[in-house]
């Protein structure tokens, strides 16, 4: 399995702000994925993260308020603009391997907007 | 799009009894069912999957079972201990060979009494 990790671990931020959450990977992988986990909740899938290409979004997010970036195979980033506090969760990247179909998940990034 | 409806939400046994949680699908091109398991303030560990072309796995004390007439697959958890207590999430996916996108269901919380 991979090695994935996530800054920030959590923050606080006030209402209007934007924080970009940051995932690395230890290897290069073709499928990264990012998800909200609301608490005592599942988990609900945001966006695919394409390299090389724009994020393909589920219905219900949209790029102007979650941007994505991913420069490169190990590497993605997400962004949670002008945060209310209804956007208070959990945010997990995830990564699948090529040719496997399992993804596997980081450490989460656990954030509350005052 | 695939739904996936899973069943119970909550879930209390005796430590040393057994678990079912259930799961049904609704998208007949899904064949990749993995389970994760969650602890408190912990990331979602995958525990076991299953592909479409076989009915039952097992590993240890977990094992899993799949109809895929039905699209019903189930998770069976025997001599629980207290460390099976967390929550546990089905999910279902087309596979690496398609979208790749993995649909999860609502989880179920288990408790191990002592």
């Known amino acids: 399995s991979a090695v994935i990790s996530q800054k920030p671990s959590r923050d606080i931020c006030q209402r209007g702000t934007s924080l970009t959450i940051q995932c690395q990977v230890d290897?290069?992988?073709?499928?990264m994925f990012w998800y909200r986990q609301q608490p005592g909740q599942s988990l609900t899938l945001i966006a695919t993260?394409?390299?090389?290409?724009?994020?393909?979004?589920e219905s219900g997010f949209v790029i102007d308020k979650f941007p994505i970036s991913r420069p490169n195979l190990t590497f993605s980033t997400l962004t949670v603009s002008n945060m209310s506090p209804e956007d208070s969760s959990i945010y997990l990247c995830?990564?699948?391997?090529?040719?496997?179909?399992?993804?596997?998940f980081g450490p989460g990034t656990r954030l509350t907007v005052l | 799009g695939e739904n996936v409806e899973q069943h119970p939400s909550t879930l209390s046994v005796q430590e040393g009894d057994s678990a079912v949680i259930k799961c049904t699908y609704s998208d007949s091109a899904s064949n990749y069912f993995p389970w994760y398991k969650q602890e408190l303030g912990k990331r979602p560990q995958l525990i076991i999957d299953?592909?479409?072309?076989?009915g039952e796995k097992k590993d240890q004390r977990i094992a899993v079972t799949l109809n895929k007439t039905a699209k019903h697959f189930s998770l069976h958890i025997t001599e629980t201990q207290p460390e099976d207590s967390a929550v546990y999430f089905c999910a279902a996916s087309p596979g690496y060979s398609s979208a790749s996108k993995i649909i999860f269901g609502s989880g179920t919380r288990l408790s191990i009494r002592p």
């Open positions: 995830s990564v699948q391997p090529q040719g496997t179909d399992t993804q596997y």
């Open positions: 993260a394409n390299q090389g290409s724009e994020a393909t979004y």
């Open positions: 299953i592909r479409s072309n076989v």
């Open positions: 290897s290069q992988v073709t499928m």
